[in-house]
């Protein structure tokens, strides 16, 4: 199988394949798959592409769930996770990181230059700053606005879909809607056909200071192996982290399920440990294989993920159990 291998198949399911190709969550993963793909389309590595790619929305500052912009802890501080991982089982993640826009390449440098593969905090900042990044206010007006609106009841009810957002009936966009999202997970395979994938996010709106989700945990909210493919997720880390979805879904491809089979069992284990639970909150898996083959499920309608290869750029609407 080559790069030129020609696409097949359609959509939603995943009898898609073929690659380069690269696939992201959520629809503002359509300007991130385009960086991305400004690299695998000149036959460039996986992993500089998901890396290329994820900047893009961490750097959005209307995007309140990832980098910039994103909306800050119940103490008024953005304190960002990431984690990335190329075909030879290197990693790095990042967790609790204030004051730097891009903490996917930081985690980038913690997987290369040290021995270790995850930093957290005040010791991940010092590494940022130590390798060159500058530090930055990333709490912006509009984000500030809408966490002094949330002390004014200091309420925390996540919303499926839009976990990252303080709701407000009337005026934000409905569950299920084009505007909602979360953290971006990005898995790409280039035209060697090696495969890398990366993740980052700005955390659930309002919660606890130090609380780190799904998003920087490898296995969890991004695992990657390069005999198989590579998994990431969205939604509500606490289960993720549960049923260490992302690697479940890989070993699911590598025992023959389809991506889109394999992330369905993922959301049923989640529904099976807590069913009542689950139909409360949004949790959405993305999977693509080494054959180029994509797919995703979720629990509750509402979850779109983007994908980029030779023929098609567009976004899918994944489907869900609910």
Known sequence: ???????????P??????YPVVVSTWDFGKAANAAAWEILS????????????????????TNQSVG??????????VTLDACIMDEKYNCGSVMCLEHIKHPISVARLVMEKTPHIILTGEGALRFALANGFKKENLLTPAAEKAWREWLKTSEYKPVANIENQLYQPGKDPMPGSKDNHDTIGMLALDAQGNISGACTTSGLAYKMQGRVGDSPVIGAGLYVDNE???????????????IVGAHLIVELMRQGRSPQAACR??????????????????VGFLALNKKGEYGAYCLQKGFT???RNQHT???IHSNSIY
Do not use: H
């Open 265 to 282: 069992e993922a959301v049923e284990r989640i529904i099976k440990r807590n069913p009542a639970r689950a139909k409360e909150i949004q």
């Open 13 to 18: 399911d995943a009898s898609n394949a073929g």
């Open 68 to 77: 910039y912009g994103g909306l800050p802890d119940r103490d008024g501080r």
């Open 1 to 11: 199988m080559t790069g030129k291998q020609l696409f097949a198949g359609s959509f």
């Open 305 to 307: 993920y983007a994908v």
């Open 313 to 315: 750029d567009t976004v």
């Open 42 to 61: 000149r036959s460039g590595r996986a992993l500089d592409a998901v890396e290329a790619g994820v900047r893009i929305p961490e750097a959005d500052e």
């Open 228 to 242: 198989v493919g590579g998994a990431t997720a969205t939604g509500v880390g606490e289960e993720v982290i549960r």
